[in-house]
């Protein structure tokens, strides 16, 4: 069905009211009245098929602009997203973000078909360690209750005692009756959670494995020396995946929903965000009054998302973008991540 002038018009003007304030586009569009009027037929497209196939459409907020305020019904970090996949009644769910995240739904919502719009939309830390590396490891420290970051796959799911996201790593293992704990895949997530357990009070080991966000990785105190000078008054807000050095140098560490609460609820005169730029353009559509500096980095994999592909795998996905698990590993991570939801705190 190809769509009037008129009804791309009026999806013109609708996108354009959210997306006029991006600045942080990925492939750096500005967006106006005709840039949104070329992207119009295509989000009324998939507006139109998410309802024939009884769809929805949940995204990260690293994805670009157009999925997010285009098209998405959901848009989040990882944990508000996996409630809405647990909660969803969707015959399919179409995850606009990595494989880990569509794995996490499927395990989740295991009725519904759900889609990735590119199966390479991996992640540095869920690809650096496998189920069988984790068995491993349990073979050397028996004892150790085993936490999995939620970006991780089913299999390292499957094989441990409870997950967690950047949102609730802090209080739920803080409240683990075991003293020895074996973190992963997050090495750099595991050192920032030995010190704020450590500011907290509570004794625990915590054993880590060798995994680091190729993106959150790369920030340095540097970066944050350098503008606090340039920008006196500046907040800086990181992401937990950052290095120690770098989170205790932050203002604020939390996870993306924590840290556009921060952004939305601290007034200063700028903020420095070190995480994905995805990031950035969301606030500057939901916080325009706000100004925020430095340069942009982005998520590889993040941004193989596009509306073309998520039009393609909602008319008829191949089967490289169906997530198929084996039932019983769906069933082993089912219970690590009911675990997560029995002791997250209350939102
Ligand atoms: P959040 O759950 O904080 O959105 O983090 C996901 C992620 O992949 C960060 O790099
Ligand atoms: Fe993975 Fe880092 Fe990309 Fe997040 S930003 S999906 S942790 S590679």
Same mark, same amino acid.
């Given at each position: 069905m190809i769509a009037t002038e008129?009804?791309?018009?009026?999806?013109?003007?609708? &996108?354009?009211?959210?997306?006029?304030?991006?600045?942080?586009?990925?492939?750096?569009? @500005?967006?106006?009245?005709? $840039?949104?009027? +070329? !992207?119009?037929?295509? $989000?009324?497209?998939?507006?139109?098929?998410?309802?024939?196939?009884?769809?929805?459409? &949940?995204?990260?907020?690293?994805?670009? %602009?157009? !999925?997010? =305020? /285009?098209?998405?019904? =959901?848009?989040?970090?990882?944990?508000?997203?996996?409630?809405?996949?647990?909660?969803?009644?969707?015959?399919?769910?179409?995850?606009?973000?990595?494989?880990?995240?569509?794995?996490?739904? @499927? !395990?989740?919502? %295991?009725?519904?078909?759900?889609?990735? %719009?590119?199966?390479?939309?991996?992640?540095?830390?869920?690809?650096?360690? $496998? /189920?069988?590396?984790?068995?491993?490891?349990? /073979?050397?420290? %028996?004892?150790?209750?085993?936490?999995? =970051? !939620?970006?991780? $796959?089913?299999?390292?799911?499957? +094989?441990?005692?409870?997950?967690?996201?950047?949102?609730?790593? =802090?209080?739920?293992?803080?409240? &683990?009756?075991?003293?020895?704990?074996?973190?992963?895949?997050?090495?750099?997530? /595991?050192?920032?959670l030995r010190d704020e357990l450590k500011r907290r009070g509570v004794d625990k080991e915590i054993i880590t494995s060798d995994g680091t966000c190729m993106v959150h990785d790369e920030f340095t105190p540097a970066d944050i020396a350098e503008a606090r000078v340039r920008f006196p008054g500046l907040k800086v807000v990181a992401h937990p995946e950052c290095t120690p050095e770098v989170a205790r140098a932050a203002d604020f560490v939390g996870s993306t929903g924590a840290m556009m609460k921060y952004v939305k609820t601290t007034g200063a005169p700028y903020f420095l965000m070190l995480t994905e730029c995805g990031l950035v353009g969301r606030l500057q559509v939901e916080t325009p009054e706000k100004t925020f500096i430095g340069g942009c980095r982005l998520c590889p994999y993040m941004k193989l998302n596009s509306l073309e592909k998520v039009r393609d795998v909602l008319r008829a996905p191949r089967p490289d973008q169906v997530v198929v698990l084996d039932e019983q590993i769906r069933q082993r991570a089912a219970r690590c991540i009911d675990r997560m939801f029995e002791l997250s705190p209350a939102e």
């Open positions: 008129d009804a791309i018009e009026v999806e013109a003007e609708r &996108l354009l009211r959210s997306m006029m304030h991006v600045e942080c586009d990925p492939r750096g569009r @500005k967006w106006n009245l005709e $840039t949104c009027r +070329e !992207i119009a037929p295509l $989000t009324l497209e998939i507006n139109r098929l998410k309802q024939e196939k009884g769809a929805v459409i &949940l995204a990260h907020s690293y994805v670009e %602009p157009e !999925i997010i =305020y /285009g098209v998405a019904d =959901y848009r989040g970090d990882s944990y508000f997203l996996s409630l809405k996949a647990r909660d969803s009644q969707a015959k399919m769910i179409v995850f606009a973000g990595v494989v880990f995240m569509a794995e996490t739904a @499927k !395990i989740l919502s %295991p009725e519904a078909m759900v889609v990735v %719009p590119d199966r390479g939309s991996g992640c540095s830390l869920a690809d650096s360690i $496998t /189920g069988e590396d984790v068995r491993k490891l349990k /073979g050397l420290y %028996p004892d150790a209750t085993v936490v999995c =970051y !939620i970006n991780s $796959t089913a299999e390292v799911k499957a +094989e441990s005692d409870v997950c967690v996201t950047s949102g609730n790593v =802090y209080h739920i293992v803080s409240n &683990l009756p075991a003293r020895r704990i074996l973190f992963v895949p997050d090495r750099l997530m /595991g050192q920032n």
